[in-house]
């Protein structure tokens, strides 16, 4: 699965709320085809959100990723507050961007090759990115991690308004109608991956200190997270977002569908004749192997 040429990337994340985002970081982190170029924050506090990142990419050695402040919304900071403690974005010392989306328009602009965006949370940072420069669907890939088409949370057979749509469906809808080349993963397919058993244990004993601190935080967040339960001695939580990461680099595990797709504003995504048709990966080939595929990956040293 491994390529020749890095894939160069730019990570959109409102990382700092739901520990999955950490998860899909750490993944991109140890993915040598990847050449993460800038992450960039999205949706609420973006200087809390930037120092979760940073201490992330501190730990992993990774301070000549750029980190970019996106769109300010409401001053939220959320359950990895406790395990950042007194870190803060000053203490990063790689290079920060106070617009970041200026910053993200400049680096796809600029590129000789087209980008791959990966988005991971509200996309309100992707509206003003194209009301500033509408020539960024021309170099742009999208993948992302949106939606319910058939199944809901937890495998639900009831469709659910999915967060990332539904913190922003205007900007979500205005993403699915600009771009050309956009392949997405909704719960119906993201939502089923959880890792038990030896799998997660092989990641939990992982000494790598990327890993140590993934799970330093995952323990911390559990204890601090008010929308879920889960138990970190035995298993990790729903890792949504791991998928939108694997799907810029490989859709062997998945099944896609091309199917159009209306947006409401209760954030809902119904599947639609009617609407522009993007590529959805709705069901899994293989979802034990994706699993193995995953441990591998974030165990690597």
Not at 262 to 288: C, M, N, Y
Request: proline content about 6%; glycine content about 8%.
């Amino acid at each position: 699965m491994t390529t020749e040429k890095q894939i160069p990337v730019i990570l959109d994340t409102d990382i700092g709320g739901d520990i999955d985002d950490a998860w899909a970081l750490a993944l991109l982190l140890k993915s040598p085809e990847f050449d993460l170029k800038l992450v960039v924050t999205d949706t609420g506090d973006p200087l809390f959100r930037a120092a979760v990142a940073g201490k992330y990419l501190e730990a992993a050695g990774r301070t000549d990723i750029p980190i970019g402040l996106g769109v300010h919304g409401e001053y939220w900071k959320g359950p990895q507050e406790p395990w950042l403690g007194d870190y803060q974005l000053a203490d990063y010392p790689g290079v920060v961007y106070e617009d970041g989306v200026g910053a993200m328009i400049d680096l796809i602009m600029t590129s000789a090759e087209p980008l791959t965006l990966i988005c991971i949370g509200p996309v309100p940072n992707i509206k003003a990115a194209l009301e500033r420069e509408p020539r960024i669907v021309e170099k742009v890939k999208i993948v992302g991690m949106f939606g319910s088409l058939r199944l809901g949370y937890d495998g639900s057979d009831q469709i659910s308004p999915e967060t990332n749509v539904r913190v922003d469906p205007a900007a979500c809808r205005i993403m699915f109608a600009a771009f050309p080349n956009i392949t997405i993963t909704p719960l119906d397919t993201c939502g089923l991956v959880q890792l038990k058993g030896e799998k997660y244990r092989r990641i939990a004993e992982c000494p790598d200190p990327l890993i140590q601190t993934l799970i330093e935080s995952y323990v911390s967040w559990a204890d601090a997270v008010e929308w879920t339960e889960v138990d970190p001695d035995k298993h990790s939580s729903t890792l949504f977002d791991t998928v939108a990461v694997y799907l810029a680099l490989s859709e062997a595990y998945l099944e896609i569908e091309n199917l159009g797709i209306q947006v409401t504003d209760e954030g809902l995504t119904l599947i639609s004749e009617h609407e522009k048709k993007i590529r959805w990966a709705t069901r899994w080939k293989d979802l034990p192997d994706f699993e193995d595929w995953l441990v591998e990956r974030l165990t690597r040293i």
